[in-house]
Nanobody, 124 residues
Framework: QVQLVESGGGLVQPGGSLRLSCTAP????????VGWFRQAPGKEREGISC????????YYGPSVKGRFTISRDNAKNTVYLQMNKLKPEDTAVYYC?????????????????WGQGTQVTVSS
């Protein structure tokens, strides 16, 4: 069972930035496709970005494209989500997920492992 740990959430004003981190303390995340999802109260879990393992292809959902950037640092065994120009509607619990594969994985249903989530609140 791969355990994922997210960090970096918090309270930020509209227009501000946060960087979320996702790490797997006991596994080599380099071999896993990783996705970031978010879920606001009363809403379904939304896929916002993902990155493949070997060639680091990326995908961004339309609500975050141009504002968020996903990246991975294999030396630190970490995948990041840099979030800029944050809006109140970005408020949600953010989750990272992983699947051991070389392909880009977009669907929430295809991931095998999930973190516990980190709260992001965008408010003045």
């Amino acid at each position: 069972q791969v355990q994922l740990v997210e960090s970096g959430g918090g309270l930020v004003q509209p227009g501000g930035s946060l960087r979320l981190s996702c790490t797997a303390p006991q596994y080599i995340l380099e071999y896993y496709a990783v996705g970031w999802f978010r879920q606001a109260p009363g809403k379904e879990r939304e896929g916002i970005s993902c990155i493949s393992s070997i060639d680091e292809r990326t995908y961004y959902g339309p609500s975050v494209k141009g504002r968020f950037t996903i990246s991975r640092d294999n030396a630190k065994n970490t995948v990041y989500l840099q979030m800029n120009k944050l809006k109140p509607e970005d408020t949600a619990v953010y989750y990272c997920a992983a699947k051991e594969t070389i392909v880009l994985v977009r669907s929430v249903h295809e991931y095998d492992y999930w973190g516990q989530g980190t709260q992001v609140t965008v408010s003045s």
